[in-house]
């Protein structure tokens, strides 16, 4: 089996395992000098001026709306084409979720559709613009759309890990920038954990106070934070998957590539469109299929499991919907949430494993049977 998001392929060597091990001989297992490492490598690796280890991706994002502001009654413009957790994080401040929807190409936030939202929102906050399945989302335009209604970015970079826009990496250029370190993405901690990178020293210090109670480094409670904290053993794994990352991208390209060129002929297949100016880090390989539940099920008997993230649009899932009766059309989202499908996709593809799939993609088409 060809399996699309391999749990058996996390990368586990003798570096990983005596990392772990030397935190469990420290008996320091939070707020150590692990976590301390991870947070200085990973602004270096992100070219970013701080890094703060939190518990999961959602709580980086919850941690950075509070930090920029984003509160009850706000307004945060994101893309209805994402996991649930970006706008969830918004929700349980008490922000309205504006839903914008996607360019039909790169699948990232639509930017004109965010210009007309933004112009008709109450009371425009935040705009997330969400770097979905590795790609950057289109950062000039958002940003100059955020600055003309005064919003702070927020980027969703939980799936992008060393993505780049125009040069820059993905979760640098906004105000704030949060990753998911899920045992799934492109690096993991070994559980759930997440990270909140800014150049803003304010942002920065709000984040620190709010994932450890509110509580400053002299010991006052000054905010109502919470537990978001990201303990010593899974900072001593993502440092070592942190000095990986870069390669794995690549190499996550190179296999990307390989469908790319094995699939440019199968007039049923759309294969992913990368804009010019930007990197791509493959952390989903997704194509839009004609009749691609049928296409699934062949891949399936000829041992190649498929996967489909969004089978629904965001907005048109039940906590969102209860919350607002008046929910928008977005016609590019509700269309692609039937199209699109992940084929399998992790560094350590073989030539011969997408090879295989690609065979099995063209005889489904080609009519012959499992
Ligand atoms: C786009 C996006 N945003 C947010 C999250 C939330 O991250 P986590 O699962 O670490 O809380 C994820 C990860 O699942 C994600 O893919």
Same mark, same amino acid.
């Given at each position: 089996?060809?399996?699309?998001?391999?749990?058996?392929?996390?990368?586990?060597?003798?570096?990983?395992?005596?990392?772990?091990?030397?935190?469990?001989?420290?008996?320091?297992?939070? *707020?150590?000098? =692990?976590?301390? *490492?991870?947070? !200085?490598?990973?602004?270096? =690796?992100? %070219?970013?001026?701080?890094?703060?280890?939190?518990?999961?991706?959602?709580?980086?994002?919850?941690?950075?709306?509070?930090?920029?502001?984003?509160?009850?009654?706000?307004d945060v413009l994101l893309p209805a084409h994402t996991?649930?957790?970006t706008a969830?994080?918004a929700? +349980?401040?008490?922000?309205n979720p504006v839903f914008v929807d996607v360019d039909p190409?790169t699948y990232t936030i639509d930017v004109d559709d965010l210009a007309r939202k933004a112009d008709r929102a #109450? #009371?425009p906050?935040a705009v997330v613009p969400v770097?979905i399945?590795?790609?950057?989302a289109d950062? /000039?335009a958002v *940003? !100059?759309i955020a600055?003309?209604h005064?919003m702070?970015v927020?980027?969703d970079?939980?799936?992008?890990?060393?993505?780049?826009? /125009?040069? @820059?990496?993905?979760?640098?250029?906004?105000?704030?920038?949060?990753?998911?370190?899920?045992?799934?993405? +492109?690096?993991?901690?070994? $559980?759930?954990?997440?990270?909140?990178?800014?150049?803003?020293?304010?942002?920065?210090?709000?984040?620190?106070?709010?994932?450890? *109670?509110?509580?400053?480094?002299?010991?006052?409670?000054?905010?109502? $934070?919470? +537990?978001?904290?990201?303990?010593?053993?899974?900072?001593?794994?993502?440092?070592?998957?942190?000095?990986?990352?870069? @390669?794995?991208?690549?190499?996550?390209?190179?296999?990307?590539?390989?469908? #790319?060129?094995?699939?440019? #002929?199968?007039?049923?297949?759309?294969?992913?469109?990368?804009?010019?100016?930007?990197?791509?880090?493959?952390?989903?390989?997704?194509?839009?299929?004609?009749?691609?539940? =049928?296409?699934?099920?062949?891949?399936?008997?000829? $041992?190649?499991?498929?996967?489909?993230?969004?089978?629904?649009a965001l907005h048109?899932?039940?906590?969102v919907?209860?919350?607002?009766?008046?929910l928008p059309t977005l016609p590019t989202v509700e269309?692609l949430?039937?199209?699109?499908?992940?084929?399998?996709?992790?560094?350590?593809?073989? %030539?011969? %494993?997408?090879?295989?799939?690609?065979?099995?993609?063209?005889?489904?088409?080609?009519?012959?049977?499992?």
């Open positions: 089996m060809v399996e699309h998001v391999p749990f058996t392929e996390i990368y586990v060597d003798d570096d990983v395992v005596d990392r772990t091990e030397s935190v469990v001989r420290s008996r320091r297992y939070v *707020q150590g000098p =692990e976590l301390d *490492q991870f947070e !200085a490598e990973f602004a270096d =690796e992100f %070219e970013v001026e701080h890094a703060a280890g939190v518990s999961s991706g959602t709580a980086a994002l919850s941690l950075a709306f509070r930090a920029c502001g984003v509160g009850r009654g706000d996991f649930f957790a969830s994080s929700m +349980n401040l008490g922000a190409e #109450d #009371d906050a770097h399945y590795g790609q950057p950062m /000039d *940003q !100059a600055d003309d005064d702070a927020v980027e970079a939980c799936q992008a890990h060393g993505a780049r826009y /125009d040069g @820059e990496m993905v979760g640098s250029i906004g105000d704030v920038g949060c990753f998911s370190f899920y045992p799934s993405k +492109n690096m993991t901690v070994g $559980g759930d954990g997440g990270m909140v990178v800014t150049d803003d020293d304010d942002i920065d210090a709000a984040v620190r106070r709010l994932r450890n *109670q509110g509580r400053t480094p002299n010991g006052d409670h000054v905010d109502l $934070g919470l +537990n978001y904290r990201l303990d010593e053993f899974k900072a001593a794994f993502g440092r070592e998957h942190l000095s990986h990352v870069t @390669e794995w991208g690549r190499m996550r390209r190179e296999n990307a590539h390989r469908y #790319d060129e094995r699939l440019a #002929d199968v007039a049923a297949v759309e294969t992913p469109t990368v804009r010019d100016d930007r990197t791509h880090v493959y952390h989903l390989y997704e194509i839009q299929a004609d009749d691609r539940d =049928e296409l699934r099920s062949f891949l399936s008997d000829r $041992g190649v499991e498929t996967g489909i993230h969004y089978p629904q048109q899932h039940p906590a919907r209860r919350r607002d009766d008046d269309r949430v039937d199209r699109i499908v992940s084929l399998p996709m992790h560094p350590w593809l073989t %030539e011969a %494993e997408t090879a295989h799939v690609c065979d099995a993609i063209e005889a489904f088409y080609r009519g012959e049977s499992p």
